[in-house]
């Protein structure tokens, strides 16, 4: 399979992702070419979705906006913290 068609598979899984907030593992399985499941690459692609705030679950009554935010929001606090703890450092 040539990379330019896996390119394109992978487009149109970010394009659902993106329209439903997640992906099923089926939806993974069913779109993405054999030569692309390696556990590697698998790993690679579950990061590409994570950047985009793309949920991948198992089935869709797994998905909740709400779980999300709280993530988004605990990781918000976290970065936070960190600025402030580097924003309040003084040499002595």
Request: charged share 40%; hydrophobic share 35%.
């Amino acid at each position: 399979m040539s990379k330019k068609l896996g390119a394109e598979k992978l487009k149109k899984l970010i394009n659902i992702g993106k329209e439903k907030g997640f992906l099923t593992y089926d939806e993974l399985n069913q779109v993405l070419p054999k030569d692309m499941v390696s556990p590697e690459r698998i790993e690679d692609i579950l990061a590409i979705f994570e950047e985009m705030d793309i949920e991948v679950v198992e089935r869709p009554e797994d998905y909740s906006p709400e779980n999300k935010q709280l993530v988004a929001d605990e990781k918000s606090a976290v970065e936070s913290d960190v600025l402030k703890d580097d924003l309040d450092y003084k040499e002595k």
